[in-house]
């Protein structure tokens, strides 16, 4: 988990539209990793009791009993204090504050609501998409568009991520006592799963739209974007175990392959500033006619 949320952050950070500043991108990889880690240790310090009922989850060492709470409360607080100091100082307040955020929707919403309410996966949701959004203010200071537009890119592929592997691990879920949609709402579960399959489509689309990429990014997703949707529609006609590990593994390559492909169509820092030069300078000429 703490490798996809660094590799996703470093995606944000290497499509932000301004130059590659390799001492911040180091910085921000290394809190917001340190961060990762820290959440996930208090997940599994609450979740012990429940994790041990899972077939998924009962090897964990905490479960197991081989590494004590206290030491991993402590290797939490290891990890968080200094990433958080580190996004806070080293790169920008905007970042360590967004890292401090997720941190605690992490461990203090999702953990707590996976027990409670299938909206879990909603906020579970957010919390993946933080991390693109936290690369970006990483390189620009700035929580604009472009940020939100990758952010919505990782919320919407996380559902069909998610969904089809939970439908596999019904048994487990329900035998751990989690309120998951594949367990309790079984057809939601299918049609969250497609809607945000589509969704990555319009998503890719408003990419040049935004000036972002080139429009050549949607043209080159559509066909990984129109598979991933086959194989989400497969899920929710079919219902079985055959259709949402398919659509698993999809969303497996799937994700890396379309943020390779963003960065590849990425719009140049230099060719946004040239346009701007050349805005500018129009603007300047039309001021100049302008005057007597």
Known sequence: VAALVVSTASAGFAMAPVPFDLTCFLLASLGTGLASCAANSINQFFEVPFDSNMNRTKNRPLVRGQISPLLAVCFAASCGVPGIALLMLGVNPLTGALGAFNIFLY???????????????????????????????????????????????????????????SWGLREDYSRGGYCMMSVTHPGLCRRVALRHCLALIGLSTVAPVLDITTWTFPVISLPINLYISYLGFRFYRDADRSSSRKLFFCSLWHLPMLLLVMFTCKKSFLEKEDKGNLLSESHGRAMEIRLP
């Not at 919403?109 to 993946?128: E, F, L």
């Not at 568009?145 to 890119?153: D, E, H, P, Q, R």
Request: contains cysteine; proline residues 7%.
């Open 107 to 165: 461990t203090c919403c999702y953990t707590p609501m996976k027990r409670m309410s299938i909206a879990n996966t909603w906020v579970g949701a957010v919390v993946g998409a933080i991390p693109p959004v936290m690369g970006w203010t990483a390189a620009t200071g700035s929580l604009d568009a472009g940020a939100l537009l990758l952010g919505g890119i990782l919320y919407s592929w996380q559902f069909p991520h998610f969904n089809a592997l």
